[in-house]
């Protein structure tokens, strides 16, 4: 069975840091596409991070440039999200996502990523 599981998630006050950590258990994507993802309470979804699967492409949506760095250990099979400088809108159940195909490229749209974890909660207070 494959599985994606989120760790590193908590309640900070505005300006502190959290890494998050996905982990896959099942198969490797060392190969494949991945990112983070967060969902805020009454909002959509929304794609903060990707990189494709050796790293050398990275995305990061606007609102989160200059404080989040996604980074991969393909060895380690792990994906991390170092969020720094952490406001109160960050706050949200952030997930991990990964493509099912070999040597890919980042995925912009949600629907293209095969495989999710269940989310953690990072919490962000003024």
């Known amino acids: 069975q494959v599985q994606l599981v989120e760790s590193g998630g908590g309640l900070v006050q505005a300006g502190a840091s959290l890494r998050l950590t996905c982990t896959a258990s099942g198969r490797t994507f060392s190969s494949s596409a991945m990112a983070w993802l967060r969902q805020a309470p009454g909002k959509d979804r929304e794609i903060v991070a990707a990189?494709?699967?050796?790293?050398?492409?990275?995305y990061y949506a606007d609102s989160v440039k200059g404080r989040l760095t996604i980074s991969r250990d393909n060895a380690k099979g792990t994906v991390y999200l170092q969020m720094n400088s952490l406001k109160p809108e960050d706050t949200a159940v952030y997930y991990c996502a990964a493509d099912s195909h070999y040597m890919s490229h980042y995925k912009m749209n949600e629907y293209e990523y095969d495989y999710w974890g269940q989310g953690t909660q990072v919490t962000v207070s003024s």
């Open positions: 990189i494709n699967w050796n790293g050398d492409f990275i």
